[in-house]
């Protein structure tokens, strides 16, 4: 079938064997706390996809990490959204890395050396907030830094070696870095609980519990900081590009899922069949479209609206087909197995990552008119 061929040929270039093992994994298994699909890609090198190969890891592309996200969602809907995640809090430390002092390259090479999993506690959206300002407590300490507050949803809580955390540092004595800056705690640090927080079973393979923080010290070899505001803002938008390119290729990856049932089932005519099919490759197009002017050196301004567009245009492309798509598997695929209300459920969730749709309709417009672009 040529129908996800060029993704998974990518998966099984960067990361051999590994789509093999998903294909012979049902939804039952990977989307259920205890997901194998976890180890495997951690097995696979999964985890150095988008590590440079300066310090271990892949160097995979933009354009190669959207294929790669979309070839994963089409296996495993946790899976691919659990290991965005990951993905993000490695592009957050490349990005640094470029602008910062060296001890991002070093925490680079741990993860790659190691094959940690580095769970995501960036910042999330929440009303009335930017959704880049952290929300931590820090405070100073002889030798680093104290770190109070919790992330949930926290995807790969059980799994994950590291935890990345922004922080906004305050000013300390002369000559101490203040400013943000992204921490590493280890997982088994003493301060850091799980604690259960997701109770639907839609994605529960994705381990994302809350992760809770009490009096955490984080050592400042542990803590890259970027004082300069300039770089700091660049370091966010960067990694919210990152960001937004890969979970909408994973949420497009689940509705191929879909898709591609219809097409292997030979449902509906061949007027239907094609069409579901030109969606969400044109979708992907657009997806692809962002991450070349990206690895292009575009601005990072217009990175961002362009890429904001793209998942909003992936989102718009998953309403229309997944329901259709439902449809025309039949009342009986609906009855006698839960992989098409997993999948239908599963894609429509990247409408509930932030920024809505609602909320950029007035920044979208005013980009388009000439006007600067910012998340607020």
Known sequence: MNFLKQERAVLNELLPGLDEKLAKLSLTETEQPGNPGIAQYRESGGVRLLIPTAQGGLGANALQAVRVSRAIGSRSPSLAIATTMHQFSVVSLVEAAAVGTGVESL???????????????????????????????????????????????CSLSESMDLLTVSLSVPPGKDGEPSGFAVAIVPADAEGVELRPFWSNSVLAG?????????????????????????????????????????ISAAYLGVASALVERVLVGGRGTPTERTQLAIDVEAAMGVLENAARAMMDGENNEDALAHVIMARYAVQGAIERVTFHAAELLGGMAFLTSNDVVC?????RALAFHPPSRASLVTELDDYLGGKPFAIA
């Open 107 to 153: 925490l680079l090479e741990t993860v790659a050396s190691r094959n940690h999993y580095v769970a995501s506690g960036f910042a999330e959206g929440k009303t009335g907030q930017n959704i880049l300002t952290s929300s931590m407590q820090v405070q100073r300490s002889s030798d680093g830094l104290i770190v109070n507050g919790s992330k949930k949803p």
């Open 206 to 246: 994705a381990e994302s519990d809350e992760v809770i923080l009490r009096d955490v010290a984080v050592p400042d070899a542990f803590v890259a900081y970027l004082a300069d505001e300039a770089q700091a803002q660049t370091v966010q938008t960067r990694g919210f590009i990152w960001f937004e390119l890969l």
């Open 343 to 347: 999948l239908l459920a599963s894609a």
